[in-house]
């Protein structure tokens, strides 16, 4: 029997449970719908166990004992008492989720999404060898993970690492959260997409508008990008907009943990080498935050729809 | 033969030494003037070489070995080589301190100030028992200090950990650092300086003028704090503006880091119940940063002077 590890992605559409090595190989994938509660959450649990049962038979089939059950959750948890305690956007609050599991008898983990993908990518993709990494997931909002000294670092109850509300600009735009000039207001992809339909609005000769079909509602930050690479002005300059406010944010996350790498995951970071060639540049021009300090590193995440099940099973590593 | 531990804190004008024990008791003080360097380190280095050599005297008549010397350093160290590699104040650039000191036969550890000064108030200051504190110096600039897990965070190389040195106001006021917009520039004993001086001239008949002696040479934090707690309504609102942008640094690092407790040391710290009380109602009204998530104490550095020297010399504790 060899020992084997479960990884599970709560994400706000689909959860995805699979079976890992600790080489960081998916031995078996499984996905169900996300119940989203709409009075009780046991509903959401019920089908959680059902999928986990599930996994667990077709991990013995396999000859592979499940040594520890890891969650990525893309919310607020307790990873003392294993409960969710708040995600917004599938309407999870207090959950006792490795309560509710405890008589599959596996030991259960939970942390926040972005931390489980940065251990994934620290451990076996773009960040392997590095000791110390920080990684930000660029999407609807902005996720972080921290690794400290090959470490996860989660902080009280695993709440810590909130990367994406750092205020960055005081009594700048409202954040869902309920602050104001978060990161996450002026440098997720949500904030790339609103720099892009604004400016096609001003701009009605930009090459933005080829690119989305003549249709704003297709519009979005690959518009911009994809117009910015062939020269266009308008979209250079969301571009630069972009860049400028990502890049302060990650000389920031520099000065605080000067860590060896920044890796960048989430939707924007499709744009790849050209992304980090402007951003190197950016971040370049100012020492990366400070003077006579060691280079950081701006990377690429590669492990991409696999990080969270893998992130979550390693969790579990320890077991 | 008791085992004792060397802490030398380098300030601007003065460097201390002293010699303290595990417990944290200083049973021996001295300090020299800090020679700031114009052409060659060198007189700098044979001053504290002089110094360390009369304390390991001292500690012989004591009847304690010395297991180790560290250094608490105002600016950008390499912890790797125990270079001091950029202090601007004192004009320090690449200077090789532990090379220098091999002879003396004993560990040498440097680290930046406010790192040795959270150590201190971690270990036997106001934060004992935490594991988990940031700790911030409200003084000309902002200091950085960080424990995570009961172990000083550092970053690479010993680089990280520049609290002060972080985007709050994207294109805002010039740092000294070079950035524009840094929390330093904001929130600093210096910023607070500031705006009370700027008040003053708006307002000729506020209080604050008669706590400066109608000379605005004399005004500084203490001047709007000490006319705010007697109520006069432009000094209220210096205060108010500089607690806001304190409070949203407290609340960034709450997000960042989610430690057990935030310490305030420095000038404005001296400000202390008063201080407390403010940050707390501001970062309260914002769940300290997030919501579901454990309190964060907000506390006042206790070990003021002595805090350099004791976390210098705690940095050899493992030696």
């Known amino acids: 029997m060899k020992n084997v590890y479960i990884g599970v992605d709560v994400g706000g559409m689909t959860i995805k449970c ?3 090595d600790k080489e960081g190989n998916i031995l078996y994938k499984e996905s169900i719908k996300t119940i989203n509660p709409k009075q009780s959450y046991m509903p959401f649990l019920i089908s ?10 077709k991990a013995k089939e396999l000859k592979c004992t499940p040594k520890g059950i890891g969650f990525g959750i893309p919310g607020v948890v307790n990873n003392k008492t294993g409960s969710i305690d708040y995600v917004c956007n599938i309407n999870l609050f207090h959950v006792p ?3 509710y599991l405890k008589d599959l008898k596996i030991p259960v983990h939970l942390s926040n999404d972005a931390n489980v993908a940065c251990l994934a990518e620290q451990l076996f993709g773009v960040a392997k060898g590095y000791s110390s990494v920080v990684l930000l997931t660029l999407g609807t909002g902005i996720g972080g993970g921290v690794i400290i000294d090959n470490k996860l670092f989660e902080g009280n109850e695993g709440k810590g690492a909130e990367l994406g509300h750092v205020t960055m600009v005081v009594d700048g735009e409202q954040c869902g959260c309920g602050r ?3 990161f996450e207001a002026y440098a997720s992809a ?9 400016s096609m609005e001003k701009n009605k000769n930009s090459l933005m508008w080829k690119i989305a079909k003549n249709d704003i509602a297709n519009a979005n930050g690959y518009t911009s990008f994809e117009a910015a690479k062939k020269g266009d002005v308008a979209a250079i300059d969301v571009v630069n907009k972009y860049i400028k406010y990502l890049g302060e944010g990650i000389l920031n996350y520099c000065n605080i943990f000067r860590p060896e790498a920044i890796v960048l995951g989430g939707g924007v970071s499709n744009q790849g080498d050209y992304l980090k060639g402007l951003l190197e540049d950016y971040c370049g021009r100012q020492f990366y935050g400070y003077r006579e ?3 950081v590193e701006i990377l ?3 492990l991409k729809n696999d990080a969270g099940i893998i992130g979550a099973a390693a969790l579990c590593f320890n077991d």
């Open 300 to 302: 690429i995440a590669k």
């Open 97 to 99: 989720l490795a309560d």
């Open 18 to 20: 699979g079976i890992v």
């Open 48 to 57: 959680i166990k059902e999928l986990l049962v599930k996994t667990i038979a």
């Open 180 to 182: 104001k000039g978060c």
């Open 293 to 295: 300090t060691p280079k």
């Open 190 to 198: 949500s904030a790339l997409n609103k720099y892009t339909k604004l």
